[in-house]
């Protein structure tokens, strides 16, 4: 036997209720914020120091400086990168033809992961 909930959140209830109250707004930035902030240490942590000196999109402060947080709207913020190789970073790759690999490092789905309580 196992005990189970879920909560149901309407979107525009959220949305409504961040028009009328800054401090949720604030919330919601925080939120995302750290988001953000989890994913430039997981990345540092994870990163290779070999990796400082190559020309590589991905190579760190490029990547680490193209994280963002955007407010789309009150109540709806972005967290993300917008580094030319984010994808590479979060789900790695293989060239082929050789044997060097990409690493998926993950960082900004392990700051979901950590601020959501699911890591």
């Known amino acids: ?5 879920e909560i149901h959140l309407d979107p525009e ?5 961040a028009d009328n109250s800054p401090k949720l707004d604030a919330m919601l930035r925080r939120v995302s914020q750290k988001i953000v902030d989890t994913a430039k240490a997981d990345f540092e ?4 120091g070999d990796n400082e000196l190559r020309t590589s999109e991905t190579t760190p402060p490029k990547y680490v400086g193209s994280f963002y947080v955007e407010k789309i709207q009150d109540g709806v913020y972005h967290a993300g990168n ?3 190789a984010w994808n590479l970073v979060e789900y790695g790759a293989h060239p082929g033809g050789g044997a060097a690999a990409v690493l998926r ?5 392990h700051g979901f992961d950590v601020v959501a ?3």
Do not use: C, F, I, K
């Open 1 to 5: 036997m196992t005990a189970e909930s």
């Open 13 to 17: 209830a959220v949305r409504r209720l």
């Open 45 to 48: 942590r994870q990163n290779h």
């Open 82 to 84: 917008s580094d030319p």
């Open 105 to 109: 490092y993950r960082p900004l789905g």
């Open 117 to 119: 309580g699911t890591s």
